[in-house]
């Protein structure tokens, strides 16, 4: 059985790592020096231990981290930085967004280090393969739309004359909108597949597929939400400022949403059922 300190202190760890990138990522906004390999590799380092954390608890516990608000916390930090670090790695457009998603990111390490990390138990509901399905889901959308953000972010840094010399290497506000449009697409994508999945857990755990409660309904607004971002983008061409902040507001709302609803709901989807 692994202990709790071991635990915390890779936790501890992790977000040491991810602070240290973030600082790295900010530095190159106010100093202009580029430490891209350098943030990719404590970032890198940070999931790996951040994982190691995670999964000792699990060991631990006997069940994933879906419980508590602490669990939830520390799972989505895992797989936002682990999607963000992929794309980092993977696509070098998105490089320079990490002076603007990081320190987001570094909000959420804050709210995860003061809350209770107390062990928890698996509601029966919750045995179910369809959880693991769902939560997948959501966690690749949620990544998709933290790039989407980032990206927004950068492309309104420039329009308000924000560190242009420094961001002057990215592609245009032009090019950085259709990135931003792609990762949004496939975001509706995981999204309606997380919304199906979750049905589908919901009539195996309550025997209904959809039932209303204030974490439903607030995912089918920001489904909804997101289709009609696509499709204004599609149909009205707004300029590319404009879709930035749509992305930014569309990462919030599902942050308030799948972080915040269902620990001040009293419905099913509320922590412990």
Sequence with gaps: MSD????????????????VATGLAFSFLVVG???????LTCLAVGVVLHAAAIGLRWQRLGHGPFVTLFEILTSNLW???????????RVASVRLTAAVVLPVMTVMMVWLLSTDPKDSQLPATYTTSWLYIHVTFGKIFMGLLLVAAGIGGVVNLRRWGLFQAR?????????????????????LVFDSFMLIAGAIWAQDAW?????????????????????LVLHLRVAWRPPPWLNGLLAIFLFCLAYVVFFGVPFISQAPHRGVV
């Design 167 to 187: 961001l002057a290497s990215l592609p245009s506000d032009v090019a950085l909108d259709e990135l931003a449009f792609r990762f949004l697409s496939l975001g």
């Design 33 to 39: 020096q580029r430490f891209y390999g350098l943030i």
């Design 207 to 227: 025997g209904r597929y959809w039932d209303w409660d204030s974490l439903e309904a607030w995912s089918l607004v920001n489904w909804l939400s997101l289709a």
């Design 79 to 89: 797989s936002l930085l682990l999607a963000y670090t992929l794309a980092i790695w």
């Design 4 to 19: 709790p300190v071991l635990e915390s202190q890779l936790l501890w760890l992790a977000v040491g790592c991810y602070l």
